[in-house]
């Protein structure tokens, strides 16, 4: 299965990559898989984001979009999906 992943900033700041496809194994995969996936290929990013403490437990704290779409951890990619990952913007 392939995707496509649009990084948001700061997160493409970080490694210096703003969209990238993504190379899935199996032919039903989360969210989560596909980031496992990410973090693997960019273990400089995965370092910076636990120094950040922005990892929950190996998944990137970030607002994820797939096809438009708000989605969580647990959420099932289909082949050709596009998944943004956002950076969580809180405020009052």
């Given amino acids: ?4 992943l649009n990084i948001g900033i700061p997160y493409s700041d970080w490694i210096g990559i ?3 496809p ?4 199996c032919a039903e995969a989360t969210l989560r898989d596909a980031m496992v996936i990410f973090l693997h ?3 400089d990013l995965k370092l910076k984001l636990q120094e950040s403490k ?7 704290k970030a607002l994820y979009l797939v096809n438009g779409k708000k989605a969580e951890s647990s959420h ?3 082949d050709g999906s596009k ?3 956002l950076f969580p913007i809180v405020g009052g």
């Fill in 22 to 25: 993504l190379e899935l194994d």
């Fill in 54 to 60: 922005m990892l929950d437990m190996d998944f990137p």
């Fill in 18 to 20: 703003k969209e990238i």
């Fill in 76 to 78: 099932i990619i289909q």
């Fill in 83 to 85: 998944i943004r990952m």
């Fill in 41 to 43: 290929r960019f273990p």
């Fill in 1 to 4: 299965m392939l995707i496509t």
